[in-house]
């Protein structure tokens, strides 16, 4: 794993997304196309903003996967994350080769893990965006996360923390109306994963940051499973890098 800081979001944005663009073109030009997952939520901000205005990649090519979705939630809903990924990065690029959303609001949430899980399985992932929780979950797994799994897709629930953040980030109005279930894309399903890169701005991020990146790899910090990909870069900027031993 390797740990990048800079001095803003904004350049944390610009790097990541150089980064993402330069493996997504590489894997286009080795085998003809390029599978990937993108993370959503308040911290991918910068680095889709950067990505989707990126020259070059021929999104024709490129199969897309997200991590998570609220269980029951309509994807009008301003908190959908398929809504969210719908405007800022299927309508930017146009025409890609396919997408691959998460039904939240499907009748049956396990069929759905089961018609996700079949397909990913398909195409396995060249690049995977993600981000770091407040409470240190890696997608909607919070601790204690299930490490063992081997389900793709899996139904998670979602402890306090999380929500928290989430209705602190500004998608709902208050804590009641957080959904208390998602879907989310498992840890081993990420890890298998080409590459990662991994988007952690802002303050409230630091004690997260820390324990991840400096703590043991446990599963009550999820996060901290990223020690042990071959091919993962952490992007921070100086905020969420502050309780970092050796930054500045």
Known sequence: MNVEVFDSKEELGVKSAQDAEKKIKDSIKKKGTANIILATGASQFETLKNLVSAEGIDWSKVVMFHLDEYVGMSDQHPASFRKYLKERFVDKVGSSKAVHFIKGDAEDTEAECKRLNEIIKQHPIDVALVGIGENGHLAFNDPPADFDTEEPYIVVELDEACRRQQMG???????????????????????????????????????????????????????????????????????SASLLSGVK
């Open 169 to 239: 980030e500004g998608w709902f109005e208050t804590f009641e109306d957080v959904p208390n279930k998602a879907i989310s894309m498992s840890i081993k399903q990420i890890l298998k994963s080409g590459s990662i890169i991994c988007s952690v701005p802002d303050k409230r991020k630091a004690k997260a940051v820390q324990e991840c990146l400096e703590g043991d790899v446990s599963n009550i910090h999820p996060a901290s499973i990223l020690q042990t990909h071959q091919n993962c870069t952490v992007y921070l900027d100086r905020d």
